[in-house]
């Protein structure tokens, strides 16, 4: 699949700007999505210039409340952010079980990868990351901690920051189990 040039609506203020969005389906986030992967994608140019209806803006990829998520073997660049897990403000609505592996994010204007908010279980292995204004990013935004992270293998080169952690609404730093660096 190819995404190209994903932005809210004509006219709107709000939107998701994103190129792939695997959210909940309903009202209630407990609902989230399960089992899903994402494979063999080519995303660009999304959420630029857009306000969107995330504190993050747009994205290539987003994963939002969903579980038992595989994101692999995606080319996503020049967009607002590159692969995004929000987890979201309780334990209930988290995203959880989200593997992030053999990505190219190139060119974006935020992060690499991006993950925010209460998750679970993730996995961020062998990526590859150039020319973005970091290569991965974790916060939390004083909604709780990541849990149970994992990265790996990643290469990451001419970024920023190859590593950044919180921003200024966080309170408590994510809690890194194992990080291997380049």
Not at 88 to 103: C, M, P, T
Not at 140 to 146: D, Q, V
């Amino acid at each position: 699949n190819f995404v190209n040039k994903s932005t809210p609506l004509a006219g709107g203020s709000t939107g998701t700007g994103i190129g792939i969005f695997i959210d909940y389906p309903g009202v209630d986030s407990r609902d989230g999505c399960e089992d899903i992967l994402v494979t063999r994608n080519t995303i660009s140019n999304t959420g630029k210039g857009s306000t969107s209806n995330t504190e993050v803006g747009g994205a290539g990829i987003f994963v939002l409340h969903s579980r038992r998520v595989t994101i692999a073997f995606n080319l996503v660049q020049s967009c607002l952010n590159g692969i995004v897990v929000w987890g979201g403000n309780s334990v209930a609505d988290r995203s959880q079980n989200v593997e992030v592996y053999n990505n190219t994010l190139v060119y974006n204007d935020g992060p690499g990868i991006y993950v925010c908010k209460i998750a679970d279980l993730v996995t961020v292995k062998n990526n590859l990351m150039f020319k973005n204004t970091a290569g991965v990013y974790t916060e939390t935004s004083g909604a709780g901690t990541i849990t149970n992270y994992t990265e790996m293998y990643n290469l990451v080169w001419d970024c920023a920051d190859k590593w950044t952690e919180g921003n200024a609404p966080t309170t408590t730093a994510a809690t890194i189990t194992t990080r291997t660096p380049d």
